[in-house]
């Protein structure tokens, strides 16, 4: 998967930072990949000059969102926790919230590229 974004390396840098994972890749500035320290599946962060940011919500004649991550906290009272630190590392929380879905189980947030994300814990 390839994340389009106008810096790949803070972008890369902000996710590697979030997930605990490391640049295994890159073509100077204009490509990174990273990776969980273990191995698995990898991401891969590439600048473009013409990228948009997408809008959430959307709306129309603005660029929609291409990709979400849903992105499991471990246990029930640790989504501030996750936010908290997903705002220290360049994230935002998105200003509108599911109004269906409970805030201490998920957060809608914006990577510093302005693609959106949640942060959930298990509907257990």
Not at 97 to 102: K, L, N, T
Not at 103 to 124: I, K, Q, T, Y
Request: one cysteine or more; hydrophobic letters at 45%.
């Amino acid at each position: 998967m390839c994340l389009d974004c106008a810096d790949a390396p803070a972008l890369a840098s902000f996710y590697c930072r979030l997930l605990g994972w490391e640049i295994t890749a890159r073509d100077g500035d204009s490509w990174l990949q990273a990776r969980a320290p273990a191995g698995g599946m990898a991401l891969n962060f590439q600048a473009e000059s013409w990228y948009r940011p997408p809008v959430w919500p959307e709306r129309t004649g603005e660029q929609h969102k291409m990709i979400h991550f849903e992105i499991l906290v471990e246990g029930a009272d640790r989504v501030d926790d996750a936010v908290a630190r997903a705002i220290e590392f360049g994230a935002v929380q998105a200003d509108l919230q599911p109004s269906d879905r409970d805030p201490g189980r998920l957060r809608v947030m914006l990577d510093p590229a302005g693609h959106p994300f949640c942060l959930f814990v298990d509907g257990e």
